[in-house]
């Protein structure tokens, strides 16, 4: 969660508000709004409190028109009913909840099936908030596994985690969080991921397990998830270094199993021990599910394994989180079953197929260059083309926010910091006709961008709400 400042100053101005937020009578009704930063005196009614906060939400930006979000901005309505109608369920209390803790153990094994588990009966796995905490969870496992395997060493030796500098926020969290190396790989030149030999090279006898990115969020691109494991498995016939992978793959595991089905990334490979996604991204849910996923139940430690029984009925638990509520993972049921493979398949084709026409659109504009085209992750980057200097990408993500599109814009990390681009996330109910009018409103800055005499942002941190 972002964290908070109270107010600086206090706000000691008086707000008027519409008197017709009175509840009956506009005159002798509301005239003041309630203090912004410390609790009210007293009460307001329901509707004029929610007006209050509907009015102030208006000003946020339009969710189905955010191309910097992977998280899913639609689901049908029937969902939306199930979600309500769970809300007030804790997921933890599976002894009061049994059928939507049965919910969860069924999408659990759906995915390992999906995934290619030797065993899908054999693997384990549990619903999270989102693919961060189930990052963190892959990461804990990997980290007690090595730690039992170098019990003579550890504590002192310090394991290390060998990764891209692509990789997203979450796993420096967890280096940070759980003391560990943060090995990353640098970009070069055209290369924007994980070099798989590159990544053996910086293996050691103190690594605890190499994270590979099934879809970068900074272009969109898989990470050659086989090609690593078999430059681990060289490594170990030279070292006897035997270096587990997990797949990250919080929007790619999610794409890759239907449209991609010739691509070998997940338990198919004997080395990849663990894996997650993000429910909520391409598993096409509202935001708060995520999931993890190990092969077999050697692969998480008992031990970081809890049980309580103070709900009711003993119940094992691996999270981070506690409490939380059941609607998302009720909600994931509810899509796998609605969809199935050939749902599935018809939608991130679909949501592919936008990508790569909207890229292609915007390769022929002449201004722009493009990193990726869409056809792995239905995601594209591009930048400006070299004979463009009045203007950038941070001036076209300003202004296009004011057609309402949230186009971010951000400069690679190290290695390639010189290169600054623009992204577009295709997601299910980003539709052609929704990509017609991007075209119309970008097409239609480009002539008064061309005459600036030069780029226009001051404050690059300012100029789009992303920041990477």
Same mark, same amino acid.
């Given at each position: 969660?972002?964290?908070?400042?109270?107010?600086?100053?206090?706000?000691?101005?008086?707000? !008027?508000?519409? *008197?017709?937020?009175?509840?009956?009578?506009?005159?002798?009704?509301? #005239?003041?709004?309630?203090?912004?930063?410390?609790?009210?005196?007293?009460?307001?009614?329901?509707?004029? @409190?929610?007006?209050?906060?509907?009015?102030?939400?208006?000003?946020?930006?339009?969710?189905?028109?955010?191309?910097?979000?992977?998280?899913?901005?639609?689901?049908?309505?029937?969902?939306?009913? &199930?979600?309500?109608?769970?809300?007030?369920?804790?997921?933890?209390?599976?002894?009061?909840?049994?059928?939507?803790?049965?919910?969860? !153990? !069924?999408?659990?094994?759906?995915?390992?099936?999906?995934?290619?588990?030797?065993?899908?009966?054999? @693997?384990?796995?549990?619903?999270?908030?989102?693919?961060?905490?189930?990052?963190?969870? @892959?990461?804990? @496992?990997?980290?007690?596994?090595?730690?039992?395997?170098?019990?003579?060493?550890?504590?002192?030796?310090? *394991?290390?985690? +060998?990764?891209?500098?692509?990789?997203?926020?979450?796993? %420096?969290?967890?280096?940070?969080?759980?003391?560990?190396?943060?090995?990353? +790989?640098?970009?070069?030149?055209?290369?924007?991921?994980?070099?798989?030999?590159?990544?053996?090279?910086?293996?050691?006898?103190?690594?605890? /397990?190499?994270?590979? +990115?099934?879809?970068?969020?900074?272009?969109?691109?898989?990470?050659?998830?086989?090609?690593?494991?078999?430059?681990?498995?060289? &490594?170990?016939?030279?070292? /006897?270094?035997?270096?587990?992978?997990?797949?990250? /793959?919080?929007?790619?595991?999610?794409?890759? *199993?239907?449209?991609? %089905?010739?691509?070998?990334?997940?338990?198919?490979? *004997?080395? #990849?021990?663990?894996?997650?996604?993000?429910?909520?991204?391409?598993?096409?849910?509202?935001?708060?599910?995520?999931?993890?996923?190990?092969?077999?139940? %050697?692969?998480?430690?008992?031990?970081? #394994?809890?049980?309580?029984?103070?709900?009711? /009925?003993?119940?094992?638990?691996?999270?981070?989180?506690?409490?939380?509520?059941?609607?998302?993972?009720?909600?994931?049921?509810?899509?796998?079953?609605?969809?199935?493979?050939?749902?599935?398949? =018809?939608?991130?084709?679909?949501?592919?197929?936008?990508? !790569?026409?909207?890229?292609?659109?915007?390769?022929?504009?002449?201004?722009?260059?493009?990193?990726?085209?869409?056809?792995?992750?239905?995601?594209? =980057?591009?930048?400006?083309?070299?004979?463009?200097?009045?203007?950038?990408?941070?001036?076209?993500?300003?202004?296009?926010?004011?057609?309402?599109?949230?186009?971010?814009?951000?400069?690679?990390?190290?290695?390639?910091?010189?290169?600054?681009? &623009?992204?577009?996330?295709?997601?299910?109910?980003?539709?052609?006709?929704?990509?017609?009018?991007?075209?119309?409103?970008?097409?239609?800055?480009?002539?008064?961008?061309?005459?600036?005499?030069?780029?226009?942002?001051?404050?690059?941190?300012?100029?789009?709400?992303?920041?990477?």
């Amino acid at each position: 969660m972002p964290l908070h400042q109270g107010q600086q100053k206090p706000d000691a101005r008086s707000h !008027r508000v519409n *008197p017709f937020y009175g509840e009956a009578n506009p005159v002798s009704g509301m #005239v003041e709004a309630p203090p912004k930063h410390r609790l009210p005196d007293g009460p307001l009614p329901p509707t004029i @409190a929610a007006q209050l906060v509907h009015d102030e939400l208006m000003l946020d930006g339009n969710s189905r028109l955010n191309l910097a979000t992977f998280v899913t901005t639609w689901m049908e309505p029937q969902a939306g009913l &199930l979600m309500a109608e769970c809300r007030d369920k804790n997921m933890i209390d599976k002894d009061e909840y049994p059928r939507t803790a049965e919910l969860e !153990r !069924r999408c659990v094994s759906m995915l390992a099936d999906l995934w290619n588990a030797p065993d899908p009966s054999a @693997a384990v796995g549990c619903s999270t908030t989102g693919s961060s905490e189930a990052c963190m969870l @892959a990461g804990m @496992a990997l980290k007690r596994r090595w730690a039992k395997r170098n019990a003579d060493r550890y504590p002192g030796a310090r *394991p290390n985690l +060998i990764m891209g500098v692509n990789v997203q926020v979450c796993w %420096e969290k967890f280096c940070n969080f759980w003391e560990v190396e943060a090995r990353q +790989i640098p970009m070069e030149g055209d290369r924007f991921h994980l070099d798989p030999e590159a990544a053996a090279e910086l293996c050691d006898e103190n690594t605890i /397990g190499v994270v590979g +990115i099934l879809g970068s969020t900074f272009d969109g691109s898989y990470e050659p998830i086989q090609e690593l494991c078999a430059a681990l498995d060289r &490594l170990q016939e030279r070292t /006897g270094l035997d270096i587990p992978v997990h797949v990250d /793959g919080a929007s790619g595991a999610m794409v890759a *199993p239907f449209i991609d %089905e010739d691509l070998v990334w997940d338990f198919r490979l *004997p080395r #990849v021990s663990s894996i997650n996604t993000s429910g909520h991204k391409y598993g096409l849910v509202y935001p708060g599910v995520g999931w993890a996923l190990w092969r077999t139940a %050697e692969e998480l430690p008992e031990e970081l #394994v809890f049980r309580v029984n103070y709900l009711g /009925g003993d119940m094992p638990t691996f999270a981070l989180n506690f409490s939380r509520p059941g609607a998302q993972v009720v909600a994931q049921y509810y899509t796998f079953l609605r969809l199935g493979r050939e749902g599935y398949r =018809a939608v991130q084709q679909t949501t592919r197929d936008v990508a !790569r026409a909207l890229a292609e659109r915007v390769d022929s504009m002449g201004d722009f260059r493009l990193i990726t085209r869409g056809d792995e992750l239905p995601v594209f =980057a591009f930048t400006t083309a070299p004979e463009v200097t009045a203007y950038d990408v941070f001036d076209v993500s300003r202004r296009m926010r004011e057609s309402g599109w949230l186009l971010p814009a951000y400069t690679f990390p190290e290695n390639r910091e010189d290169l600054s681009v &623009l992204r577009v996330v295709c997601r299910n109910g980003f539709s052609s006709d929704l990509a017609d009018l991007f075209v119309e409103d970008l097409t239609r800055l480009l002539p008064e961008l061309r005459r600036q005499p030069h780029p226009l942002t001051r404050d690059k941190g300012e100029a789009t709400s992303f920041h990477h």
